[in-house]
């Protein structure tokens, strides 16, 4: 296991299982990278309020706990190539969040109160099942990057066109239907 006072990354999921209670209590750790473990669940415990980036991508995950958004600080979240269905109803506490990728999971919707994410600049969602964008996602002023690519989107909402920082846009596969 490679840890320093900000970044924890354990080797294998056994010293992953040692450590679940001390994770949340360490003030001091900011970055937790859990990456291609074969994880099947994660638990509140394993989050302290103090990160600021949280990368457990590339595992078998099939919902994130509930409490992952009240770590209000947290500015990067990957938590792609898993299997997904559904992010937190309560995602928009995270106020902090200018970054997060959930691309190449199974992800069907998105929390209503998504817009409510004022200072996401990054949104990568390809590779899911998404068909719906919020009507509201013109709010999201801070968008520069949005990839949902390979998705069964049919429709885009009006208020996508007050996406006026949206740089880096990808929609391919996109399947018109009539409006």
């Avoid at 709010?139 to 520069?144: E, K, T």
Wanted: aromatic share 6%.
């Amino acid at each position: 296991m490679r840890q320093s006072s900000e970044t924890w990354i354990p080797k294998s999921l056994e010293s992953t299982d040692k450590r679940y209670n001390q994770l949340a209590s360490n003030s001091r750790m900011k970055e937790l990278k859990m990456v291609s473990m074969n994880l099947k669940f994660v638990t509140a415990n394993m989050f302290c309020v103090s990160l600021k980036r949280i990368d457990i991508s590339h595992n078998k995950l099939a919902k994130l706990p509930d409490e992952i958004t009240e770590i209000s600080d947290l500015v990067h979240l990957k938590i792609d190539h898993n299997l997904i269905e559904s992010l937190p109803d309560q995602l928009w506490k995270m106020q902090s969040l200018t970054h997060l990728n959930a691309a190449h999971n199974q992800l069907t919707g998105l929390p209503e109160s998504f817009e409510l994410l004022q200072n996401l600049e990054g949104l990568i969602l390809n590779d899911n099942k998404l068909s719906t964008l919020p009507e509201h996602i013109g709010s999201l002023g801070c968008l520069r990057t949005l990839h949902l690519h390979n998705n069964l989107i049919c429709h885009i909402p009006r208020d996508f066109s007050k996406l006026k920082n949206l740089q880096e846009f990808s929609l391919e596969w996109f399947s018109y239907a009539n409006p």
